[in-house]
């Protein structure tokens, strides 16, 4: 027989106390888990997304930039939906659309847990939403075609955070109207909170729900089972990771360039497919640029992480089936990583275009006017290692 005995009232008190402490576990009030950020941005369109560390249903506020504040009304609610519903999940993704081009807006994130959803009965938690009380809302200014344009490119960072925020950190970073990440923040993809770890919490911390991004993925982006989630978290103009977009005078061509090695090799255990890929965005890409808005712009960019050259197969891949297409195109300059050294290649006979491959441990800064496009190579310690000049074509 047991020395400790319990009279009911003291039974009853500590399984109320263990039924109390278990509700409450299990309750806990609904957080904002990673912190707004711009994707997929326009002249008239934006993509804000965010997460939750609980299921919810969620919305933005948007609000123009002017001198009241963010509570003197009621501002216009744009929600996560899809096919006519208000989508339940953790990833929220907000498209806003008809936007004013080159307009400063201001906005707020919300996210209402669902606790349960049994037919059509839904049972909501607590609300959570971005501080616009005691601090300034987030905000963003849609693309327009301004005087000069500047943006920065940092790529092959492989989850050192140290480095990516001394490259693209301040104080060039609040001038840039957005970022460019050209692959390989990570070395493989294993999940959401890894991937968060490895680059995306200081990216959010740097660009901070203001400053767009635009990705191209890069080969270590296709390793590990997140990778065929990470597409959720960047969504592009056209579904694809190989997309465009256009601000200012600059029309910008972001390729996928997939692996380096053949399909068959015993790295990707049976799962790739990049060569038919391949062949998919060249035919996509013929479209692009015989496309009215490619021909009118006065810069053409191309953005890709692995360059057309190189003794491998997925380099080789790339040179045979776009630098065709791409050759014809007056491009002004290709933008490469994956090589962890700086290359800067002039045009030649087997490219009409220079491409400027960046190292892992630099950034490149560009500056775009009308006359001509300025784009410095800059180390971590702030010395220049190239300065490049184009004038458009």
């Not at 008190?13 to 806990?28: A, R």
């Not at 692959?183 to 740097?206: A, P």
């Not at 045979?320 to 700086?342: E, S, T, V």
Request: net charge neutral; with cysteine; charged share 20%.
């Amino acid at each position: 027989m047991s020395k400790f005995t319990f009279s009911l009232p003291a039974l009853f008190l500590i399984t109320f106390l263990q039924v109390v402490s278990y509700v409450s576990g299990q309750t806990s009030n609904i957080k904002i888990a990673q912190n707004p950020y711009l994707q997929a941005l326009t002249d008239s369109t934006v993509s804000i997304l965010w997460t939750t560390d609980k299921p919810a249903i969620a919305w933005v506020e948007l609000a123009p930039d002017d001198e009241s504040h963010f509570y003197q009304q009621e501002r216009p609610q744009f929600h996560d939906s899809r096919y006519g519903f208000n989508r339940i999940g953790t990833l929220h993704q907000v498209n806003l659309k008809k936007l004013t081009p080159g307009t400063k807006y201001r906005y707020r994130v919300y996210a209402r847990e669902v606790l349960a959803h049994e037919g059509a009965y839904v049972q909501y938690g607590r609300t959570v939403a971005s501080n616009v009380f005691n601090k300034q809302p987030l905000a963003f200014r849609t693309a327009s075609r301004k005087d000069t344009l500047r943006f920065l490119v940092v790529n092959d960072i492989h989850g050192d955070n140290e480095l990516l925020r001394n490259l693209a950190g301040e104080p060039y970073l609040s001038k840039v109207d957005f970022g460019i990440l050209n692959g390989d923040m990570v070395n493989q993809l294993l999940s959401e909170k890894q991937m968060f770890d490895d680059f995306m919490h200081t990216t959010i911390d740097l660009f901070g729900g203001s400053i767009p991004f635009y990705y191209s993925r890069g080969n270590h982006e296709t390793r590990g089972p997140f990778a065929f989630s990470y597409p959720e978290f960047f969504p592009t103009s056209n579904g694809q990771l190989y997309y465009t977009f256009r601000y200012g005078d600059a029309f910008f061509i972001v390729l996928d360039s997939g692996e380096d090695k053949p399909d068959s090799d015993i790295e990707y255990s049976g799962l790739a497919d990049m060569d038919n890929y391949r062949t998919e965005q060249a035919e996509w890409l013929k479209g692009v640029v015989r496309s009215k808005e490619f021909n009118e712009s006065t810069y053409r960019i191309v953005i890709s992480h692995m360059p057309p050259f190189g003794d491998w197969h997925g380099s080789l891949d790339l040179a045979k089936k776009f630098l065709p297409i791409l050759n014809n195109a007056k491009i002004d300059i290709m933008l490469c990583g994956h090589l962890h050294r700086h290359v800067f290649r002039k045009a030649d006979k087997e490219c009409h275009f220079p491409i400027l491959v960046n190292s892992n441990r630099n950034v490149v800064k560009a500056t775009i006017c009308k006359k001509e496009a300025a784009l410095l190579v800059v180390d971590r310690q702030g010395k220049t290692i190239e300065s490049i000049t184009i004038n458009p074509k």
